[in-house]
């Protein structure tokens, strides 16, 4: 890419950036803080099963994963909003991909990146929850109490932040800004 202009979109290389909402540092106290937190609630499980929603969650899961004491393994789910949320039907979701292991009888924690309006968690949580898990956890490392059109109960949350578009860390903006290390509020001039 040498020689190549910084474009404002389409790649994070070169890029001005907005400052970060949440820093690199203060995303790794907290990732720290949030693992500490799960040891303790799944203290004594032979085996804790994250559930990680693709594909939002996978810079976290990873973090989260790997300061676990705990014995766990990971699975993974994907989803989407029909028409991206784009479109009237944004509370429809449809899964794309489902676990590869029965969860029956086992502990489960789902691991999310957002909770904005609570329609996705809504429907992962009666999807599994048919499934007869021993346990049913949700973490999710942001939340938007503003935006909340279902209450769900998030038993382990890393922020709550104001409602406005948040890319980095795992978050994207039509699939760009994935792998910032930080999360920035995208202004609406890089959309
Ligand atoms: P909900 O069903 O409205 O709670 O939406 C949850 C999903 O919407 C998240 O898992 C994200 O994929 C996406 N989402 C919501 N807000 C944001 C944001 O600010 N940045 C990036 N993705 C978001
Ligand atoms: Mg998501």
């Known amino acids: 890419m040498i020689g190549a202009t910084p474009r404002r979109t389409g790649s994070v290389v070169g890029m001005e950036l907005p400052p970060s909402l949440v820093s690199e540092q203060a995303i790794a106290q907290r990732v720290d803080e949030l693992a500490a937190e799960i040891d303790r609630a799944y203290a004594g499980t032979d085996m804790l099963v994250l559930v990680g929603v693709l594909k939002g969650s996978f810079v976290f899961l990873a973090d989260l994963a790997r300061r676990l004491t705990v014995p766990h393994r990971i699975e993974f789910i994907a989803v989407s909003s029909y028409g991206d949320r784009a479109s009237e039907h944004a509370e429809a979701v449809r899964l794309l991909m489902d676990v590869r292991h029965d969860i029956g009888g086992q502990d489960v924690l789902l691991v999310e990146d957002i909770v904005d309006t609570g329609h996705t968690l809504t429907y992962l949580l009666r999807m599994l929850e048919a499934r007869r898990p021993a346990s049913l956890g949700v973490c999710t490392l942001l939340h938007k109490p503003d ?11 890393g922020f709550s932040i104001p409602d406005v578009w948040v890319v980095g860390y795992g978050l994207d903006y039509a699939e760009r800004y994935r792998t910032l290390p930080y999360i920035a509020e995208l202004p609406p001039e890089y959309r």
């Open 147 to 157: 935006r909340t059109e279902r209450e769900v109960t998030i038993d382990h949350l």
